[in-house]
């Protein structure tokens, strides 16, 4: 965990060695957040609103009648941005995914958890969907705890029942909108069109999905955070001293004193007048003035909270701002660290990686094999042959007609079935030939022959294979 920014003065409390959605019992401590205004909770309604419509439009929007963005991990088949990927790309991925690990790292780094705040999903729709719709129904902090706790009149029913059938509603879109990311768009259509005999497996997965949603949202909310999501964790092993985040600044803010009517007479204080609402407001429960903490998000509801007391108590506002640890407490700001140096260099190696690696991409490819358990074919003419398998693959978005000739004197491709090998964009072709010679002109046992590949005219696979027949007339 990373470096705590407690004043020696603070008391330190067992939160280190707690959660604070937990109860010393064990039990779930529900979080009541208090509605919060202010500079920050308003750009973040902004943001939220621009990423939940590109979040929705994403699986409308195609380029040529294909998706823009398709992530089928079913067929192992990946469009990101337009590209296409297919299984053969698994080295592209691996790199695309390192890069984009390595750029959280970085981020992070530099900015702490800026991503968790602003534009993680989960929190988008908890606290920019879910939580205000909660808000509307039931009302603020208080008046959910009271209703919570309060009997079964027709007025709790009423409430309850409506936000639990307005969360399902929205948990199922959200269910269907991860569908149309996983299968496309099309084809969620086709599900919800059709009878669910029809599709099945797509319904089955339909309900599963937005399940998983209705759970998380209505009950398991900050537990997603804290106890599922990896990334709060790593916040031990990314953050330093010099990493910006949430923070309260302990230097001016201590030692806390309530606002008393005789404050002449009392000796002088922090700045924080130790009112509360930076808990109340935590969407996590913790108390920020704590120090950095595993469960804070970076939401910002505390320092909008912490400023509107500021200003009413007509004192400078930024008690609890983005800081880092030495910004506070020594009062300068280094970013381009050290380790953010080693971040950048190594970010910029794999930018450069992939991009060669793409430039350099076949869009078809093709792989021969010997059918299995054959070795040659000894002909009435005179001829030997041997069978072969052929896997072509179509990475672009168009049909492409495929030739195959060999190289090697005398020997001839004679391909089984269907002559006309046509591949359509973005398919997987499965066809078998033959290579026949006459048996007089094998010199050696095992002979290398190169087949050459062309699509529209044009080479794009050269592949050496096997021929294997007894030598002349042996």
Known sequence: ???????????PESFRDALASVRKDGKRNWVYPKKVKGFFYKYRTYLSWLLLAILFLGPFIKVDGRPYMLLNIFERKFIIFGAAFWPQDTHLLIFLLLIFFVFIILF??????VWCGWACPQTLFMEMVFRKIEYLIEGDANQQRTLNEGPWTGEKIWKKGLKISVFGLISLLIGHLVMAYLIGIDQVIQIVTQPPTAHLAGFIGLLVFSGIFMFVFSWFREQACIVVCPYGRLQ????????????YNYVRGEPRSPIRKQAAEIAPKGDCIDCGLCVQVCPTGIDIRNGTQMECVNCTACIDACDEVMIKVDRPVGLIRYASENSIKQGFQKLFTGRVKGYTFLLMLLVAAFISLIATREDLEGTITRFPGMTYQARPDGKVSNLYNITLINKT??????TIVSMAD????EIVGDTN????PQTKFEGRFFLVKE??????PQEKVHLVLSAEGVEFDDIETNFMAPVGGK
């Open 1 to 11: 965990m990373a470096k705590k920014n407690i004043n020696p003065n603070l008391n």
């Open 397 to 402: 978005f168009e049909p492409q007609s495929v």
């Open 439 to 444: 048996q007089s002109d094998v010199k050696v």
């Open 421 to 424: 090998w046509v591949l359509e």
């Open 108 to 113: 992070t780094v530099v900015f702490g958890r």
């Open 410 to 413: 005398g020997m001839e491709v």
């Open 236 to 247: 031990g092993v990314l953050l330093d001293d010099n990493s910006i985040n949430v923070m």
